[in-house]
């Protein structure tokens, strides 16, 4: 069983960075890939971007390519969302995500096992 929780959300301005975490515990952080998702108010749930074991591949929905990175670092059990030009739409209750499968760019359509309880991102305009 795996835990995540996710830190870093706030209120930012349009433009402006931030940098999310979500730190996991109760498994071997290696052995899971490791996503990120966002719930806008009003919209379904989203794919942001995925990462697999190693962090050899990363993969992103359309709406953040380019402006958002997601790395991770096995030795410290995170997994980090660089968030660069934040815009108004990037508003969201942004959730990481682990699972034992890679699926490639699947991986944006897949249940996955296990959830954070979520941390909100505010982006004014």
């Known amino acids: 069983q795996v835990q995540l929780e996710e830190s870093g959300g706030g209120l930012v301005q349009a433009g402006d960075s931030l940098r999310l975490s979500c730190a996991a515990s109760?498994?071997?952080?290696?052995?899971?890939?490791m996503g990120w998702f966002r719930q806008g108010p009003g919209k379904e749930r989203e794919f942001v971007a995925a990462?697999?074991?190693?962090?050899?591949?990363?993969y992103y929905g359309d709406s953040v390519k380019g402006r958002f990175t997601i790395s991770r670092d096995n030795a410290k059990n995170t997994v980090y969302l660089q968030m660069n030009s934040l815009k108004p739409e990037d508003t969201a209750v942004y959730y990481c995500?682990?699972?034992?499968?890679?699926?490639?760019?699947?991986?944006?359509?897949?249940?996955?096992?296990?959830w954070g309880q979520g941390t909100q991102v505010t982006v004014s305009s």
């Open positions: 109760g498994g071997t952080f290696r052995t899971y890939v």
């Open positions: 990462i697999s074991f190693t962090g050899s591949s990363t």
């Open positions: 995500a682990a699972d034992s499968r890679f699926r490639g760019q699947a991986m944006a359509v897949m249940q996955w096992d296990y």
